[in-house]
């Protein structure tokens, strides 16, 4: 079955640019959309945006002037860059496959795996 | 943005029970395009439920969604030893996706 592993820079300094990669397995990235979700510790979830295989977009309007988010189709990895990061910004960073259907161009879907997480600090 | 509140904020039950866990959005979630998800401390969220009501592969039977509109429900039955987490509802009606903030299962 399909596996997602996060991988990148456990800390971060304020003010640089939060790189993560997530790794696909046991499937193809093609045909899909892929997210990434981030958790501050002990709270909530908070979807950070999507690509679609072919490479288009959509990120949360909370954070879309720092995020973008690429794919590498050949390496079936996509990536997650947020830049001038702060200290509110520390969370683990989860990717996720999503599932379900695009109606009238508009994408509905949720979320089915997920990789395992990884906690990125932000400290200096 | 719609919101989602969960409630209660955590509940306290002892395993055999039942488990009723509610999840209001600030509009009416289009299409009951709704999903609940399980954290257990130091695990990724693991997917329940997908359009309200519809358990994912996998998931047992004690886990039923319900609802509509802007009032979702998860009911879990009979309550497992492994039942105790963190359950998060989650709307993909409308973007940006969001999630409500959690509601904490815990023994009694």
């Known amino acids: 079955q399909v596996q997602l592993q996060e991988s990148g820079p456990g800390l971060v300094k304020p003010s640089e640019t939060l790189s993560l990669t997530c790794t696909v397995s046991?499937?193809?990235?093609?045909?899909?959309?892929w997210s990434w979700i981030r958790q501050p510790p002990g709270k909530g979830l908070e979807w950070i945006g999507y690509i679609y295989y072919s490479g288009s977009t959509n990120y949360n309007p909370s954070l879309k002037s720092r995020v973008t988010i690429s794919v590498d189709t050949s390496k079936n990895q996509f990536s997650l860059k947020l830049s001038s990061v702060t200290t509110a910004d520390t969370a683990v960073y989860y990717c996720a496959r999503e599932q379900g259907r695009t109606i009238f161009g508009v994408v509905h879907n949720w979320f089915d795996p997920w990789g395992q997480g990884t906690l990125v600090t932000v400290s200096s | 943005e719609i919101v989602l509140t969960q409630s209660p904020g955590t509940l306290s039950l002892s395993p055999g029970e039942r488990a009723t866990l509610s999840c209001r959005a600030s509009?009416?979630?289009?299409?009951?395009?709704l999903a609940w998800y399980q954290q257990k401390p130091g695990q990724a969220p693991r997917l329940l439920i997908y359009g309200a009501s519809s358990r994912a592969t996998g998931i047992p039977d004690r886990f039923s969604g319900s609802g509509s509109g802007t009032d979702f429900t998860l009911t879990i039955s009979r309550l497992e030893p492994e039942d105790f987490a963190v359950y998060y509802c989650q709307q993909y009606g409308s973007s940006p996706y969001t999630f409500g903030q959690g509601t904490k299962l815990e023994i009694k």
């Open positions: 046991g499937g193809s990235i093609s045909g899909y959309y």
């Open positions: 509009q009416s979630v289009s299409n009951n395009y």
